[in-house]
């Protein structure tokens, strides 16, 4: 009986052992697994996805380099403003439509030539946001450059690819929010980059968040893709 025991408390040991070692492999490969920041390749068009105003910047930087002639917008869910906003507009910041937002912004960084219109009507997730791009495209099958943030290049290419496999897609991370292997050490990342495991695992388990699934609060402001 004491053998069994032992023999017992032996295995359990190892397995948890095993599974130690398991879990910091991927904790230290997680940072490596996660960033996708293809070489810009020669497209059709330039799509900064829905969220941060980064991505537009990057997506002029890219037009002015000469990687396409066109940039797409996307109409991501416009959320109510939160009590701070509204303290904002009291103390007289501008109160923008997103549509005017993004025309000013695109005008000074010299692409308000190149917006080429945009696709979607509402939608909440990266899943969403590829189907109403596939839906805009109409059975075309264009050269896609896409520009996200770092800690989402991995899941977008993944449901783009996934949703429009007959199209060309590059991915290409913004210079702001980057991150290395060693992740778990700045604060900031790792709330970022858990974020995005638990998203990235949501996703790969079939799971997608859809703007039929509820109306948007307050409390919600930022939180897309």
């Not at 996660?34 to 930087?61: C, F, H, W």
């Not at 993944?158 to 897609?169: A, G, H, K, N």
Request: with cysteine.
């Amino acid at each position: 009986m004491r053998r069994l025991l032992d023999g017992l408390l032996r295995l359990i040991g190892a397995v948890t052992l095993a599974g130690l070692v398991l879990a910091l492999g991927l904790i230290i490969g997680a940072g490596h697994w996660m960033r996708v920041n293809d070489a810009p390749k020669q497209a059709d068009y330039i799509i900064p996805l829905a969220g941060k105003t980064s991505r537009l910047i990057k997506a002029a930087e890219l037009y002015h380099q000469g990687f396409a002639p066109v940039i797409l917008m996307s109409n991501a869910r416009e959320l109510p403003p939160s009590r701070l906003d509204e303290l904002r507009l009291e103390i007289g910041f501008p109160n923008y439509e997103t549509h005017e937002y993004h025309a000013r912004l695109a005008a000074l960084l010299g692409v308000g030539d190149a917006m080429g219109g945009s696709f979607g009507n509402g939608h909440i997730s990266t899943v969403e946001e590829a189907e109403a791009l596939k839906a805009h495209l109409a059975g075309s099958t264009p050269r896609l450059l896409l520009v996200t943030s770092p800690t989402h290049t991995r899941r977008a290419k993944m449901v783009f690819e996934s949703t429009l496999p007959e199209c060309e897609i590059t991915v290409v991370a913004t210079d702001e929010d980057g991150f290395d292997n060693t992740w778990w050490r700045d604060q900031r990342m790792a709330q970022f980059l858990v974020m995005e495991f638990a998203k990235t695992a949501h996703y790969l388990l079939g799971g997608v968040f859809r703007s039929t699934d509820g109306s948007p609060t307050a409390a919600d402001s930022g939180k897309r893709n």
